[in-house]
């Protein structure tokens, strides 16, 4: 079967750097997309991986090894705005979105 | 702005009483996805159309249907519905199958009496 693990929940504090992992086995790989979810609302997409390496954004940065089917999302320079839940989702090798069941990070003053 | 709606954004319907979810994109987006989502839990892909080829999830119930009438409009039709339905229905779209980008709507949350 398929499946996607990240941690069910993290913790951290404002102004510091957090690492949320993303491990996958999926049928086939065209991608992984991490995406930030608050609670009661829509999920937004953050980035996406196809090759191997590290994508930064702004504060955000992702990064992939197919060998090894893992991913993370780092987060640096954390703010209360960032609470929220961080969702991994595979896309396999029929174009289908798998979706891992979210990472619910709390930032602490 | 270009964007994905979601109409009603709550509906609270009965045991039983079917409800229609409505979704409406300005992207001019090919594919179009029904997800459901309960607390705490992944998305669950119901279906989703490529332009007006539909796709169902082997296991999604009959009770739920779908219809695109045309490229902006998707509904979700949900025939008799349980109290293990109510969760939040989210909407996305994407240009294409391939590179799988999905923008969401703010999503309906339905509550079940």
């Known amino acids: 079967g398929q499946n996607i693990d990240q941690p069910t929940e993290m913790t951290a504090t404002e102004g510091a750097i957090v690492q949320i992992n993303c491990t996958y086995q999926?049928?086939?790989?065209?991608?992984l997309f991490w995406y930030q979810q608050h609670a009661g609302e829509a999920p937004t997409f953050l980035s996406y991986?196809?090759l191997d390496g590290l994508e930064e954004k702004g504060r955000f940065s992702s990064f992939l090894s197919r060998s090894k089917g893992y991913s993370y999302l780092l987060l640096k320079e954390l703010q209360m705005k960032d609470s929220a839940s961080y969702l991994c989702a595979v896309m396999d090798s029929n174009y289908q979105l798998i979706w891992g069941a979210g990472t619910k990070l709390i930032i602490k003053p | 702005d270009a964007m994905v709606i979601q109409n009603p954004r709550y509906q609270v319907t009965q045991f039983g009483k079917p409800v229609t979810l409505s979704c409406s994109q300005t992207?001019?987006?090919?594919?179009m996805y029904w997800y459901q989502q309960k607390s705490s839990q992944a998305p669950k892909l119901l279906f989703h159309?490529?332009?007006?080829?539909?796709?169902n999830e082997a296991d999604t119930p009959d009770n739920f249907q779908s219809r695109r009438p045309n490229t902006s409009f998707c509904f979700l039709d949900i025939r008799s519905p349980g109290l293990g339905d109510a969760a939040m229905y989210l909407c996305?779209?994407?240009?294409?199958?391939?590179?799988?980008?999905?923008?969401f709507g703010p999503g309906t949350r339905l509550t079940v009496l």
């Open positions: 992207l001019n987006h090919n594919v």
């Open positions: 991986n196809v």
């Open positions: 159309y490529y332009d007006k080829d539909f796709n």
């Open positions: 999926t049928s086939g790989f065209n991608g």
């Open positions: 996305a779209t994407s240009r294409d199958r391939e590179y799988n980008e999905q923008f």
